[in-house]
């Protein structure tokens, strides 16, 4: 099956290559479309790091754990 990291993966050359191959062939210079295509793969890699940053399961259950000791809540009566 494939994953999101996955589909990234493939999104990065191809964003690269499709989006310069498209500019350039639209007319504007190999020079100026490189760059453009560059910036939509950045995009795409930005986006996997950080917008939808890969977690494991205990980093996930260690910040529930820090919030709820934050609260003050243990989970005990305090009577």
Do not use: E, N
Request: without cysteine; positive net charge; proline residues 4%.
């Amino acid at each position: 099956m494939t994953g999101y990291y996955d589909l990234v993966l493939g999104l990065i050359p191809a964003a690269l290559i499709g989006v310069t191959a498209f500019l350039a062939l639209v007319g504007l210079s190999l020079t100026a479309a490189l760059p453009a295509g560059a910036a939509v793969a950045a995009a795409v890699m930005v986006h996997a790091m950080f917008v939808r940053a890969p977690v494991s399961d205990d980093v996930r259950g260690d910040a529930a754990r820090s919030d709820r000791r934050q609260s003050g809540s243990s989970g005990r009566s305090s009577v």
